[in-house]
C-alpha cells in the first residue's frame, strides 16, 4: 500500500500508470485490513465500489474522465447513496436503504468518483468522540485506547488509516475540523449554504454544513470542486458563483494579517497544545504573515447558545422518526401512541435522547423566550464579533480542539464536559463562517491541529493559507505506526 | 434552574419517547448539568438585540408553481414497516 494523494492518484491515472480498478483495489484490500482493528466503516461493498472503479477506467480510456474520475473515496453515513444502507450511526436506520442519493453522493458519482464505503460517526452527529455509534466505537490510529473525536470520526479515521485518500464530513459544531485535529488531517468546513445538505441527515438545520477530510488543503480543494455549488432542492443553498479552488492555492501570504483571538488561548487550554500553536504561527510569521491581537468576548457563550439552538432543531428534526415510514419499528405495541414510543425508546440511544429532550424542554410552552429567544439573540452577538474582528484580520488563528486525543471512556459519563470539547469550533457554526483545521505538530505523538477561521466564502484564500503552512512543513505527512505495514 | 422527575416524564412523553422510572433518574442529573451550563446565558443583557436565525440574512427563494417530481410510491413504500394497497399502516386510530 502506498500513501498516495488525491492529487497523485489523479495524476496517475490521467498520465494512465494505474486504473481506478487498480489503486481501488488498493483500498479496499486496506480496509480489509485495518477496518477491524479500527471499525471506521459501517458498509463496505466491494463489488460496487469496483463497478464504479472499472466504468471510470472506461471514462478514462475514451478521454471523457474528470480530475476526479477514477478516485476512490469515502463517503460518511449521514450522506443518502441510492441503494446503500445509510444509518447515520443509529439502530433507528440500522435498515433504511436510501432510495435516492444526496446532492453531495451525486456530484462525487456524476465525475466518476468512486464509493468505497460508508463511514462510521456518532448517532446522528451528535458527539465529539464517536462513542455514540449504535455500529460501536471508533478507534484512533494514532493510538487504540483513544478516540479519533467526532463526529466525522470515522471519516477521520478512515483517511488516518490509509483506508482512503479522502472521505467527506459534516459539521454542526465542529465534526469535521476537531476530529481532523485529533487524527492529523486537514478538514474544511464551508461557509453556511455554499455545500447542498439535500440528502444529508438532518441534525440541526440551520448549522450543519457538509465539507471535505483529506491529508492535505490542496486535496481538500480538489474535493471542494466537486462538492460546493448552489442547488434548488436546498432552501439555505446559497447561489454564489463558481470557484475553482484549486487555482491560487500557491499564491504567496506576504503580508496576511492573521488575528490571534485572546479568548483562544485562556483557561482550558492544553499547555502543551498551546505551544504547538505558537510554533505553528511563528512559522507563519516566517512566511510573511503579520499577527493581529484579536478578542471574540462572547466566545464562552457559544457552548450554551449551541445547547439550546442546535439540541431544539434537533428534537424537531428528529419527530420524522416515528416507525411509519421507514427505518426501526419496534415489535410489540398495543396502539399507535404506544408504538411511536417505544419506536424511539429502541431506535435512539442515550445522547440523542437527551439531546431531544433538552430540545423538546427549551422549546415547551413558557421557556421559549428565556431559551431559544435569548439564544437565538446572543447568536446574533457572536456573529457581530466575528465582524469587528474581520475589520482587522484576513484569517483567525487558534487551537482547533484543547486537547489532544482523549481516553475512550474518559468523558462519555459526563456530556457538559464532552461538549466543552468544541469551545474553539462552535462559534463559527453558530456565524455560518467557515473554519479549517490543518496539522501544526505533535504533543506525546499525537497530532495537533491549528483552525484557521475565514470570513463568508473565503474558502480559496483559507485553502491557500493552509497549503502555504504544508510547504513549509511536514506534520500533514506524518502517518500513524503500522498504518501502512 | 432545575429539573424534576416529573417534568422529565412530561417533556418524554412531549416527544414521544418512552422513558422507565430508572431511565428518568438517571437523565435527571445529566440534564441538569447541561441546564446549568445553559443557565449561563441569563447573565446578558439582551434587550434590543435582535434574533439570529439564520447565518446568512437570505429571504426563502421561490419557484413556479409546476410538478417537478415524478410517482415513486412504490419505491419510497418498499423500505417501510408495513404497506398494503399502497398505504402505510399504523395501529387503528379511530374505532
Known amino acids: 500500500m502506498k500513501d498516495w494523494s488525491i492529487k497523485e492518484i489523479s495524476s496517475l491515472l490521467r498520465e494512465k500508470k494505474t486504473s481506478s480498478v487498480e489503486i481501488t483495489t488498493d483500498y479496499l484490500q486496506q480496509i480489509k485490513k485495518k477496518n477491524p482493528e479500527i471499525n471506521a466503516f459501517i458498509t463496505v461493498d466491494e463489488s460496487r ?16 474522465g474528470d480530475v476526479f474520475t477514477g478516485i476512490p473515496i469515502a463517503q460518511k453515513d449521514i450522506f443518502c447513496a441510492e441503494n446503500w444502507l445509510t444509518t447515520c450511526g443509529s439502530k433507528m436506520l440500522h435498515n433504511f436503504v436510501a432510495p435516492y442519493d444526496a446532492t453531495v453522493v451525486k456530484k462525487f458519482n456524476e465525475v466518476g468518483a468512486v464509493n468505497l464505503g ?15 455509534s449504535y455500529f460501536g466505537a471508533v478507534k484512533n490510529p494514532w493510538d487504540l485506547s483513544r478516540v479519533p473525536g467526532g463526529s466525522s470520526g470515522g471519516s477521520a479515521a478512515a483517511i488516518a488509516a490509509r483506508m482512503c485518500p479522502g472521505a ?16 492529523g488531517l486537514t478538514g474544511l468546513k464551508p461557509t453556511y449554504g455554499l455545500v447542498s445538505r439535500y440528502g444529508m441527515i438532518a441534525f440541526a438545520s440551520s448549522l450543519d454544513q457538509a465539507g471535505p477530510m483529506a491529508k492535505s488543503s490542496e486535496d481538500c480543494a480538489m474535493m471542494m470542486n466537486v462538492m460546493a455549488g ?8 446559497i447561489d454564489h458563483k463558481k470557484e475553482d479552488y484549486t487555482k491560487n492555492i500557491d499564491q504567496s501570504i506576504e503580508g496576511l494579517k492573521i488575528g490571534l483571538p485572546k479568548e483562544y488561548f485562556a483557561e482550558g487550554l492544553d499547555g502543551d497544545v498551546a505551544k504547538v500553536i505558537e510554533a505553528a504561527i511563528d512559522q507563519y510569521k516566517k512566511l510573511g504573515a503579520t499577527i493581529v491581537d484579536i478578542s471574540l468576548p462572547n466566545t464562552n457563550l457559544s457552548i450554551p447558545v449551541y445547547y439550546v439552538l442546535a439540541p431544539a432543531e434537533a428534537s424537531s428534526n428528529l419527530s420524522r422518526y416515528d416507525g411509519v415510514r421507514f427505518g426501526h419499528r419496534t415489535s410489540q405495541y398495543d396502539d399507535l401512541m404506544d408504538m411511536y414510543c417505544k419506536t424511539r425508546q429502541e431506535g435512539f440511544g442515550e445522547e440523542v435522547k437527551r439531546r431531544i429532550l433538552i430540545g423538546t424542554y427549551v422549546l415547551s410552552a413558557g421557556y421559549y423566550d428565556a431559551y431559544y429567544l435569548k439564544a437565538q439573540q446572543i447568536r446574533h452577538l457572536i456573529s457581530e464579533d466575528f465582524k469587528k474582528a474581520f475589520q482587522s484580520c484576513d484569517v483567525i488563528m487558534g487551537p482547533t480542539a484543547p486537547s489532544t486525543a482523549f481516553k475512550a471512556n474518559e468523558k462519555i459519563d459526563d456530556p457538559v464536559t464532552m461538549y466543552l470539547q468544541d469551545i474553539y469550533t462552535i462559534a463559527t457554526n453558530l456565524a455560518g463562517l467557515p473554519g479549517m483545521s490543518i496539522p501544526a505538530g505533535f504533543v506525546n505523538k499525537l497530532p495537533v491541529g491549528i483552525q484557521i477561521i475565514g470570513n463568508y466564502f473565503d474558502e480559496a484564500r483559507m485553502l491557500n493559507v493552509a497549503h502555504e503552512f504544508q510547504k513549509a512543513t511536514d506534520w500533514h505527512k506524518a502517518i500513524p505506526e503500522g498504518a501502512l505495514s | 434552574m432545575s429539573i424534576t422527575h416529573d417534568e422529565i416524564k412530561k417533556i418524554a412523553h412531549l416527544a414521544r419517547i418512552k422513558i422507565t422510572e430508572e431511565e428518568a433518574d438517571a437523565a435527571l442529573k445529566k440534564l441538569s448539568g447541561i441546564l446549568n451550563l445553559i443557565e449561563d446565558m441569563k447573565k446578558v443583557d439582551t434587550s434590543n438585540i435582535s434574533p439570529m436565525a439564520h447565518a446568512q440574512s437570505v429571504s426563502q427563494r421561490l419557484r413556479d408553481d409546476v410538478v417537478t417530481e415524478t410517482n415513486q410510491r412504490e419505491k419510497l413504500q418498499k423500505i417501510a414497516p408495513e404497506v398494503s394497497g399502497g398505504l402505510y399502516i399504523v395501529p387503528q386510530v379511530i374505532e
Open chain 1, 49 to 64: 465500489s469496483l463497478a464504479q472503479a472499472k466504468l471510470a477506467d472506461q471514462r478514462i480510456q475514451s478521454g471523457e
Open chain 1, 118 to 132: 460508508k463511514t462510521n460517526m456518532d448517532e446522528f452527529a451528535m458527539g465529539s468522540s464517536n462513542e455514540t
Open chain 1, 168 to 183: 467527506t464530513a459534516t459539521d454542526t459544531g465542529g465534526s469535521i475540523r476537531q476530529p481532523a485535529s485529533l487524527c
Open chain 1, 230 to 237: 448552489f442547488d434548488t432542492k436546498d432552501s439555505t443553498s
